[in-house]
Structure formats: structure tokens, C-alpha cells
């Protein structure tokens, strides 16, 4: 019976069938698109070191036969005949791809599937859909790789561009003007196994009897059908909330008048870098203070408790405003500050939260309560299933307390730094570790990532979407990064990404040009994947 393969599933070819000659079909089909189904030969830096081992319509088999393309038959959109036991030592990976020929996108695709069929036996299927991808023209959706031994892993990574972009990442080049092609040999001959003798049935041979012979090449007798498989739809990603400018100030000394705010690094900056400023860059020197003035504080970074902020008149002592002297003039620069808006943030580390706006309560972690200004009611806020979920896997009970009423609240958790997100429609993934507190009107559930070696032997993360906001904490100033084919990052530093990204889990890193005796003290590690516009969050600091 063929085992039910999920993206990001491995595992060894030994394991599925002792055959070393294999056929291998892909079904994927769309209406009015045409798709090049290829295979590509890689080295052990993953690299097409070889261009006669791409294999595609124009060149239909290796040097010595290992992989060979036989056409479409038996219900595959195209098939493979791949002998591992003659490839070549210097090929270390298979990748089996499916490109668009002509406009159009892989979301259009219909359930399609890649499998491996031993002996006339099918012993492992990979189903996918179009719902899986968005506008990528490209997918990579299968590959055999050494490691050992041979092993089989699902992939299922869609990739932007058509068939010369995938040649291109793979290290191949594309030849300006093609010469005319030989004609191509004929495929050998490939039948069913005759009646007389049955497929072999896959089993492993018991101990006390002699091994018995790997299974010969044969066609699946049948095409199956392929399983639909119900995928999460893919939302659009969060973009980050739109600071809007202050209004202007009050002259020194009137009502209203606020001392000048240091300006806050947004999401994703980092401190003490000026806005616009390229991150490799080098700041520009400070300016030298007059003789006898002490320096300024670094940009983007408060004045020290008590001391004259950047900016205000010179003549005036230390800590002291214009104003006049005394305890009030010396903490107005940490005054609170009112925007008029639901969520502002007082610092880097300190949300306050106005209820009298918006009409929904706020969902906040128990214990985040710092202050609180009119009538506030603070309600306990059963787990239900996420909490006992999130609590299940990571020993740490999500606590939620509901504050409603009308009032400010003002919310910190440990100094941690906070960033509040606004979801306009859209959704985004934060780990359940780093939710403080959002928005009652938002809908929220929990995704899972399996993997071995991940503490509690999951990673939960908690998927909003809807029209609200989300603050989520970090221990440090966070990096955003988008998203490309060969993003990893560790499990335990990331924080949030785009709910549209892929995540698989990857059991070590690979050190490869750059690698030195020992092991890497990185274990474990996640693979994003996803189309340009993806990103994934992560903070200096591994929980």
C-alpha cells in the first residue's frame, strides 16, 4: 500500500521499497496551460554542475541511462525512469520540477501529485493543489538526495519565474541561440509486468530467510486517482502599522505643550539608526559639542534620567526646562503621551491601550497590567482550545484576562519590547510566545509545525486575521527579512511571519564551503518558503 506523503516529509528509499529501479510519474494538469516537467541532476552543492544531466523534452536521458524521460503514460502527466545504483557518484540530488510553458500560474493548477511506483507497485505518493501557491510559475516537487543512503523528500516549493529562472538558481546557463537538437534516441521499451508473474508486494524480508530480489522496473498497472487534499487558503501578509505624525507643538510654557520625544525606531529598525539610512551605511559623525557642554545623547535614543534632552535652549542647567526648575520640570519629558488613537505606545517597552475607543474589549496575557486609568473591568479568559492547545505543547499555559470598560490600560511584560501591528483584512502568524495582547474583534487560531528535535516536538503559533491590531514582544530590536528560497532561521529566535509563507522544518544545518571539524551547535532550524512579498520576523535572543 503507498504511503500518504505531506510537504516537508523524508524519509529513506530503503525504507519504502528495496528496489534501486524506480519509476517515478507526475500528474499535474490546468486549463489552457501546458507545463515542462523536468529533472535536474545536482552536485553536492546543490549546483548543476553538469548540464547533461538535466533532463528535460530536449535532452531525454543522462550518459549512461540512470535517468531516463519516458513520456507521459499510465495516467502521469509525464514519467521518469531513474536506476540509482548506476548514477554517478558526483550526483548527489534528483530535483523533479514542473514549469508553466506560456503565461499563467501554478493557483490555477488542479490536484496533481509526484510518485514512485517499484515493481508495477506504487510505494509512495506527494498530492498537492493550486491552493498551495499563488503566483508562482514554477514548482519543485520532489527530491531523491544523498545522504547516506538515497532518500525521498516531498518538497512542494513553489518558485517565481519559468523554466530558464529554475535553470538559472540551479547554476545552469541558457544558451543564447540553441543549435538544432539530434534527433533523439528512442525511450527503451517499457511494458507492465505479463501476467504470469504478479508485481512483488512491498515488505521487508524476515531474519531467518535469505533477502529476497529488489523488485524489477516495471509501469504501475493502473493510474490512481489522486487525493484532494484541503489546504489551508493562504491570506494576504500583515503590513506593519503606519506611525502618523504627531501634531504640531504648543509654545514652551503654554497648556498642552510637550517636551520634545526622542523619535522611536520602527519595526524592524534598528536603534540609533537616522530614518532613510541604508543599514550597511556608517552614520555620520556627531557633531563635536562646544567646550565645556556635554555631548549628545545617540540619535534615537533617550537623554539620561534627568538630563537636558537634544534640542532645547542652551543656558539652562542640566535636567532642567526653560519652565523653571523642580521635580515636575524634570520628569516631563517622560510625561504620558496621548495620540488619539486605541494603541500608542508611551516607549519601546510600555503599550497603552484606550478602551473608550473602537468598542471591543482587548484580550492581554495575565500579569501584563502595569496601570490603569478610569473604569476598567478585568475578566478571566478561559484557555478553550488554544490556550489548552499552546499549553499542551509548550508546558506554559496561555493565560488571557479580557479588559473591558471605558479607561486606558497600560501593558508590559518583563521589558520586553513591543510593536503594535495593524491587520486591515490580512492575517499574520506570531509565535504563542510572543503574543501580548490584541484586539477581542480579531480572529485567531493555532498552526502547528512538527518536527523532531523542536522542543515539546512542536512549534505553535497563533494565526490572526481580521481588522485589528496585534502587539507582539521581543527581547531585543527585531530584523524583518523577506523570504526567499533558501531562508532558514532557528525555531526558538523567530517571532512572527507572513501567514503565506511555508514552513518546513529542517533537521540540521548544512555547513558547506565554510565547514570546519565539529558540530554546528544548530540543530534544528525552519525553512521558509514562499512568493516575494513573504517575510518572517526574528529577534536577537533564543527562548
Not at 53 to 80: R, V
Not at 289 to 313: D, I, N, R
Amino acid at each position: 500500500m503507498a504511503r500518504e506523503f505531506q510537504r516537508g516529509h523524508k524519509a529513506k528509499l530503503s525504507d519504502l521499497t528495496p528496489g534501486t529501479d524506480l519509476y517515478v510519474g507526475v500528474q499535474i494538469a490546468a486549463p489552457g496551460l501546458t507545463f515542462d516537467i523536468s529533472c535536474f541532476g545536482l552536485d553536492a552543492n546543490e549546483q548543476l554542475s553538469d548540464d547533461r544531466y538535466f533532463i528535460f523534452f530536449n535532452q531525454p536521458k543522462s550518459p549512461e541511462e540512470s535517468i531516463q524521460l519516458l513520456g507521459a503514460q499510465s495516467g502521469d502527466t509525464e514519467s521518469f525512469r531513474v536506476t540509482l545504483d548506476r548514477i554517478p557518484a558526483a550526483i548527489q540530488k534528483l530535483s523533479f520540477t514542473a514549469t508553466i510553458d506560456g503565461p499563467g500560474q501554478m493557483s490555477q493548477v488542479g490536484p496533481g501529485y509526484i510518485r514512485i511506483v517499484a515493481g508495477g507497485e506504487e510505494v509512495v505518493r506527494y498530492a498537492f493543489t493550486g491552493s498551495e501557491f499563488t503566483t508562482e510559475r514554477a514548482v519543485m516537487l520532489g527530491d531523491f538526495y544523498l545522504k547516506d543512503v538515497w532518500r525521498f523528500a516531498a518538497v512542494g516549493q513553489g518558485f517565481d519565474g519559468g523554466l530558464e529562472a529554475l535553470l538559472k538558481n540551479f547554476g545552469g546557463e541558457v544558451a543564447e541561440e540553441e543549435e538544432a537538437p539530434a534527433a533523439p534516441q528512442a525511450a527503451p521499451g517499457f511494458a507492465p509486468p505479463t501476467q504470469a508473474t504478479a508485481p512483488p508486494a512491498f515488505a521487508a524480508p524476515p531474519a531467518p530467510q535469505a533477502p529476497q530480489p529488489a523488485p524489477s522496473f516495471g509501469a504501475p498497472p493502473a493510474p490512481a486517482p489522486a487525493p484532494q487534499q484541503q489546504m489551508h487558503a493562504a491570506p494576504t501578509i500583515a503590513a506593519p502599522l503606519t506611525p502618523q505624525a504627531p501634531p504640531a507643538p504648543a509654545p514652551y510654557g503654554q497648556p498642552g505643550h510637550q517636551p520634545p520625544q526622542p523619535p522611536q525606531p520602527q519595526f524592524g529598525q534598528v536603534p540609533g539608526q537616522i530614518p532613510g539610512q541604508h543599514p550597511g551605511q556608517p552614520a555620520p559623525p556627531a557633531p563635536t559639542p562646544p567646550y565645556g557642554q556635554p555631548a549628545p545623547a545617540p540619535y534615537g535614543q533617550p537623554a539620561p534620567f534627568g538630563q537636558q534632552p537634544p534640542g532645547a535652549p542652551q543656558g539652562v542647567p542640566q535636567g532642567l526646562p526653560a519652565a523653571g526648575a523642580g521635580l515636575r520640570a524634570a520628569l516631563q519629558l517622560y510625561k504620558e503621551t496621548a495620540t488619539g488613537q486605541r494603541w500608542t505606545p508611551q516607549n519601546q517597552q510600555l503599550m497603552r491601550v484606550d478602551l473608550t475607543m473602537g468598542g471591543a474589549g482587548v484580550l492581554a496575557r495575565q500579569g501584563s497590567m502595569v496601570m490603569y486609568q478610569g473604569k476598567v473591568d478585568f475578566g478571566y479568559k478561559g484557555a478553550g482550545f488554544v490556550g489548552r492547545v499552546v499549553g499542551n505543547a509548550t508546558g506554559q499555559e496561555m493565560q488571557l484576562m479580557r479588559c473591558t470598560g471605558r479607561g486606558q490600560v497600560f501593558l508590559a511584560e518583563e521589558g520586553s519590547y513591543l510593536h503594535p501591528i495593524e491587520l486591515q483584512g490580512d492575517a499574520i502568524c506570531v509565535s504563542a510566545e510572543s503574543v501580548l495582547a490584541f484586539d477581542e474583534s480579531l480572529q485567531y487560531e493555532v498552526r502547528r509545525v512538527e518536527g523532531h528535535g523542536i522542543p515539546g516536538g512542536a512549534l505553535f503559533a497563533m494565526q490572526f486575521q481580521g481588522t485589528g491590531t496585534v502587539v507582539i514582544k521581543t527581547h531585543g530590536t527585531p530584523v524583518v527579512l523577506p523570504v526567499t528560497p533558501t531562508t532558514f532561521a532557528d525555531c526558538n529566535a523567530v517571532v512572527a511571519w507572513s501567514a503565506a509563507s511555508q514552513v518546513i522544518v529542517s533537521s540540521q544545518v548544512r555547513l558547506r564551503r565554510n565547514a570546519y571539524p565539529g558540530h554546528s551547535g544548530e540543530t534544528v532550524n525552519l525553512q521558509f518558503r514562499g512568493a516575494p512579498g513573504n517575510f518572517i520576523v526574528v529577534q536577537p535572543y533564543e527562548v
